[in-house]
């Protein structure tokens, strides 16, 4: 095993990640190699691994998809 070093962390994104980690019951050096594990997969991505990475990281719509297709067509 290796250890890894971060320099020059903003203090922000310090707080978001402790905020993650305290989320995930997780200490911060939990969720990092949560992260990591994540970010750098051992093989290939299953379907699965792309929903939790989509899930994970926090993107929302405003709306229903109905609507944004709609409004998209009715533009035309």
């Not at 995930?24 to 969720?31: D, I, T, V, W, Y």
């Not at 229903?64 to 009715?74: K, M, V």
């Amino acid at each position: 095993m290796k250890s890894l070093s971060v320099k020059n962390v903003p203090d922000d994104l310090v707080e978001r990640l402790r905020e993650r980690a305290k989320r995930h019951h997780r200490s911060m050096q939990g969720e990092l190699l949560s992260i990591l594990e994540v970010a750098a997969p051992a093989g290939k991505l299953t379907l699965a691994d792309v929903l939790q990475m989509a899930r994970d990281s926090g993107l929302r719509t405003d709306g229903d998809s109905t609507e944004l297709i709609r409004a998209e067509r009715d533009a035309r």
